[in-house]
């Protein structure tokens, strides 16, 4: 039986699973399967996980279309793994990323583990920009994989993994909107632990452009709220961050308009901070260039979502009310 299962779910990511699937096969550390599981995609990657059968042990299962979480639970029940490790469709993952994992889990044990995301050199400079918009600390505080946090770390699906044990105890992903983090929180809940292997990066494609990547932090700061009604004590500082942001911008914005052009200035100081610190991270003029729209639609994004979820279901408590969520977290 292989140490580590790793599950991935997909719909509709032929090349993804491609350059996947090319990145497992060059890693070091081989006591591992693969377990790939089509969720009705229209566009069954299939054909491409077969050319890969004899270089990687990879399993392939075609199911009907009924979301990515549930696609995850079908490949956990047919995965044979002491562990159980998360990537999604759009990973590369580094030729050591195993060796790492495993020799730091010897190291210092843990229930559940996860590691941050880079972008990886062969990515378009849109992809590099949204990269850092999503991993700098100016513009997340640092609480996806980050060194420097301002919340305990929170293992996300695209690098994650744990034991069989704790999904004996605590059983497999709830179908909704930050699935990980609840998958995470319900793991701390249950007394497992929990921490970052920084070394054991994945390199993340992300979204390919900004008006996805809008939709996509849009949804993240809507499920924050829904995460909030499921575990009250959840929602800390960092994540209204954004959504503070948002209402102190507008409301700059409006005083530079009408008042004085100097209420502008605050502003421009801290997207000229996302510039520099993008070019020093990049070392790149095109991608320092693109981070600062990338970094504005993030904040704005998960801000206005926020807004709208918090306003709606909390001061309105209209759509799924609070027995609704706590339903959910029963499971029922």
Request: glycine share 8%; net charge positive.
């Amino acid at each position: 039986m292989p140490k580590y299962s790793v599950i991935v779910p997909v719909y509709n990511r032929i090349d993804e699973i491609e350059d996947l699937l090319g990145s497992l096969v060059s890693q070091t550390f081989k006591d591992f399967e693969v377990i790939i599981v089509e969720d009705g995609s229209t566009e069954p990657c299939g054909d491409a996980v077969k050319r890969y059968a004899g270089k990687v042990d990879v399993k392939y299962f075609y199911k009907s279309n009924e979301g990515r979480s549930i696609a995850r639970n079908y490949g956990i029940e047919r995965s044979q793994g002491d562990y159980l490790v998360f990537f999604d469709s759009d990973c590369v993952i580094p030729h050591d990323y195993f060796e790492i994992l495993d020799r730091e889990l010897l190291a210092n044990p843990l229930d559940c583990f996860g590691g941050p995301d880079a972008a990886h050199s062969s990515f378009t400079p849109t992809q590099k920009a949204i990269s850092f918009a999503m991993t700098s600390f100016l513009t997340t505080g640092g609480i996806r994989g980050g060194k420097i946090q301002m919340e305990k770390f929170v293992p996300r699906s695209f690098n994650m993994g744990y034991s069989r044990k704790v999904y004996d105890t605590v059983g497999g992903f709830r179908e909704m909107f930050s699935e990980d983090i609840d998958m995470s929180t319900r793991i701390r809940q249950a007394g497992f632990s929990i921490g970052l292997v920084h070394p054991a990066h994945v390199f993340h494609k992300r979204r390919i452009d900004f008006r996805k990547f809008w939709r996509q932090v849009y949804v993240f700061g809507m499920s924050r709220i829904t995460l909030k009604l499921l575990y009250p004590d959840s929602l800390k500082l960092v994540h209204t961050l954004p959504a503070v942001a948002v209402i102190i911008g507008l409301v700059l914005v409006a005083l530079g308009l009408f008042v004085s052009p100097w209420f502008f200035l605050p502003i421009g100081v801290y997207l000229v901070a996302i510039f520099i610190a993008a070019l020093l991270s990049a070392k790149s003029l095109g991608i320092a260039l693109r981070a600062v729209p990338a970094s504005v639609v993030q904040i704005c994004g998960y801000g206005c979502g926020f807004i709208k979820a918090y306003f709606t279901k909390i001061i309105l408590r209209r759509g799924r009310d609070i027995n609704e969520e706590i339903a959910i977290r029963k499971g029922k």
